[in-house]
C-alpha cells in the first residue's frame, strides 16, 4: 500500500507509508491531488518558514494568472468566510488580522483562563465517570474546548449546540478532493455561521460585552467579513485539534498501557506526555502551500503555481530528529513535533491548547480510577483532520 488518504487502511495506520517516503521519496508528486508530498521532518520545517510559499496565491496572482480553474460560483459564501480569517492570507493582511486577535491570546490572557478551563474539565469528567463511561470525544473531548471557545466569543448558552456541526461541516471542505455533497454542505454550514455571526456582532456593537465578538466589534478596521472569518476560524482551529488530540491520545495509551501506567504513576510527566501524543499520532496529518516563487526541495524544483502537501505526521515521525520515533515515550524531553505548525501561521492558539490538554487529562487521571476500552475504535473517513469517530470506555471513580 502507497500513499492512498482515502483509503481506510491507510488512514487508521499512514506511519509505515511515511517511512518508505522519507527513505526513498522524501519529495514525489502524487497525481490524485496534483500536489508534491513532503515527508521529511527538516524540509516540512523549512517549506512552513520560507515566504516563497503561501497559505493562498490570491495576493499576488488570480487563478487564471496561476493555471487555476475558477472556483464555482456555489463555493463564493464558502471562501467568503475563510478567506477573510487570518489563515488563509499573508502579508500584510496577515499581520494586521494577527496583531489584532493576539491581543486575546497574550500569555497572561491565556493563562488566565486556566481556572475555568479546569473547572469545565472536573465538571464533564465528574458526570463521564458517575455514569460509568461512555464516549469519551462526545462527552468530554468535544465539549470542552467548545464551551472554552464559546465563553471567549460569547456566544449565548441555548446557541452553543450549533457550534460543533457548523465547525464539522465547514472542515469538511479541507479533506483531498471534497465530494460535491461535502462542499455544499461546508458552504451551507459557512453561510449560516457567517449569518448568525453577523447577528451576534451587531446585537454586540449595541451593547457590548465582556467577550471577542464585543471586542472585534468595536474595532473600526476590521471588516464584518474579517470579524466573521476570525471568529469561524478560532472556533475551528480552537477544538478541532484539541478534540483529536484527546481522542487519539487517549487511544495511543490504550495501546501503549506501559506508558499509561507510567503517567498515571507520576503526575508530572503530563506536560510531556501531551506533547509526545500530539506528535505520536498527529491529528493534522497534512498542511497546504501554494508555491509563489519556484523552490528546489532534494534537487528537485518544484514550480510557482505548484501546491505542496507537507506531511505533518510523517514529520513527526522522521528519525533524523526523533529518536525511536516510532515509540510512545511520555516522557520525551527532546521533542520539536510541528503539530501546531512554524512560520507566520503557527497556531495562535496552541498555549490555550496546552492548557484545556493538560487540565482534561489530568482531571481523568485524577478522577477515574480505571478507564477500560469497551471495543475497538474506528477513524473517521477524513485524512487531513484525522480523528476517531467515538472511543467508547468503562469509567469507575
Known sequence: ??????????????????????????????EPTGQWLIARHADVNALLRDRRLGRSYLHVATHEEFGKPPEPEFQEPFWRVIRAGMLDVEPPVHTRLRRLVSKAFTPRMVESLRPRVRAVAGSLVDAYVEKGGGDLIAEVAEPLPVTVIAEMLGIPDQDRHLLRPWSADICGMYELNPSPDAQHTAVRAASEFSGYLKALAARRRRSPGDDLVSALAQIDELTEDELVGTCVLLLNAGHEATVNVTGNGWWSLFRNPGELARLRADRSLLPTAVEELMRWDTPLQMFER?????????????PRGAEVALLFGSANRDP??????DRLDVGRADNP??????????????????????ESFGALLDRA???????????????VIRGLEALELTATA
Not at 476500552?373 to 477524513?382: A, M, T
Open 1 to 30: 500500500m502507497g500513499f492512498d488518504p482515502w483509503n481506510p487502511d491507510f488512514v487508521a495506520y499512514p506511519y509505515r507509508v511515511y517511512d518508505e517516503l522519507r527513505r526513498q521519496a522524501p519529495v514525489s508528486y502524487f
Open 290 to 302: 501554494w508555491v509563489l516563487e519556484d523552490v528546489e526541495v532534494h534537487g528537485v524544483r518544484i
Open 320 to 325: 533524523a530528529v526523533f529518536e525511536d520515533p
Open 337 to 358: 513535533h510541528i503539530s501546531f505548525g512554524a512560520g507566520i501561521h503557527f497556531c495562535l492558539g496552541a498555549p490555550l491548547a496546552r492548557i484545556e490538554l493538560l
Open 369 to 383: 480510577a480505571t478507564l477500560e476500552l469497551r471495543e475497538e475504535p474506528s477513524w473517521k473517513p477524513g485524512y
